[in-house]
C-alpha cells in the first residue's frame, strides 16, 4: 500500500530565500507525481506533474526532481516571496489510485 | 470563467439526512473525481468516472454514489449522513487519456459538517 510523506510539516522562511520541500513515496512503481499548492480554504492549484520517465520539471521559479528508484522528490523554490505562503501537497498515482501527502504549511516573512 | 467549480461551498446538515454536492468543469475534459480531505488534510480519493468507466475506492460506504447526467458534471449524493463525513470534499477533472496519469484540476472544495 502506497505512502506518502513530506517533511518538514511546517517550514518558515524569510522571503527571497531559496528552499526545498520533500515528498518521499514507499512504492517506486508510479505512473506520475503531481505538486499541488492549497492555500487556506481553498480548492488545489496543480504546480507540476512529472510523469515517471521523467526527472524533473520546471516552471518558472518552481524545480520538482523525481527520484522513482529512491522513492522520493524534491520540490525547489526560488527567491521566495509572501505570495508563496501555502500548504503544498505532493501526490503520487499507481495501481488507479492517487496518494496524497499530508502536506508542507510554508509561511514567507516579509 | 471557472474551470471546476462546486456547490455548494458550505453545507451544514443533520445526521441522517441524504444531501448532493454538484460539480461542473468547462474544460472539456472527460475524467471527473471526488475526493475527501479530512482533518488531518489527507485528501483520498473517492471516485473517478468518465462515460465509460467508474472506479470506486473500496473504503468508500456505498451511501456516496456519484452521478453524472453529462460529461462536464459529476455529483455526488450522500445518504443517512454520519458525524464521520464531516469534512471537505474536493472535485477534480483531467484531460482525455488514462485517467490519473493527467494532470488534474480541482474545484474550491465543499466544507461538509454533520451534527
Known amino acids: 500500500k502506497q505512502e506518502v510523506t513530506q517533511i518538514p510539516a511546517a517550514l518558515s522562511v524569510p522571503e527571497g530565500e531559496n528552499l526545498v520541500l520533500n515528498c518521499s513515496f514507499t512504492?517506486?512503481?508510479?505512473?506520475?507525481l503531481q505538486w499541488f499548492r492549497q492555500d487556506p480554504g481553498k480548492g488545489l492549484t496543480s504546480l507540476l506533474l512529472?510523469?515517471?520517465?521523467?526527472r524533473e520539471q520546471t516552471s518558472g521559479r518552481l524545480n520538482a526532481s523525481l527520484d522513482k528508484s529512491s522513492g522520493r522528490s524534491t520540490l525547489y523554490i526560488a527567491a521566495s516571496q509572501p505570495g508563496d505562503s501555502a500548504t503544498y501537497l505532493c501526490?503520487?498515482?499507481?495501481?488507479?489510485?492517487?496518494?496524497f501527502g499530508a502536506g508542507t504549511r510554508l509561511t514567507v516573512k516579509p | 470563467d471557472t474551470a471546476v467549480s462546486q456547490t455548494p461551498k458550505y453545507l451544514v446538515t443533520q445526521m441522517g439526512n441524504d444531501k448532493s454536492i454538484k460539480c461542473e468543469q468547462n474544460?472539456?475534459?472527460?475524467?471527473m473525481y471526488w475526493y475527501k480531505q479530512d482533518s488531518k488534510k489527507f485528501l483520498k480519493i473517492m471516485f473517478s468516472y468518465n462515460n465509460k468507466e467508474l472506479i470506486i475506492n473500496e473504503t468508500v460506504p456505498n451511501r456516496f454514489s456519484p452521478k453524472s447526467p453529462d460529461k462536464a458534471h459529476l455529483n455526488l449524493h450522500i445518504n443517512s449522513l454520519e458525524l464521520g463525513d464531516s469534512a471537505v470534499y474536493f472535485c477534480?477533472?483531467?484531460?482525455?487519456?488514462?485517467?490519473?496519469?493527467?494532470?488534474?484540476?480541482f474545484g474550491p472544495g465543499t466544507r461538509l459538517t454533520v451534527t
Open positions: 477534480a477533472s483531467s484531460p482525455p487519456g488514462r485517467n490519473l496519469r493527467n494532470e488534474q484540476y
Open positions: 474544460l472539456g475534459h472527460d475524467t
Open positions: 512529472i510523469q515517471s520517465s521523467q
Open positions: 501526490a503520487v498515482y499507481n495501481n488507479n489510485d492517487m496518494r
Open positions: 512504492d517506486s512503481a508510479i505512473y506520475n
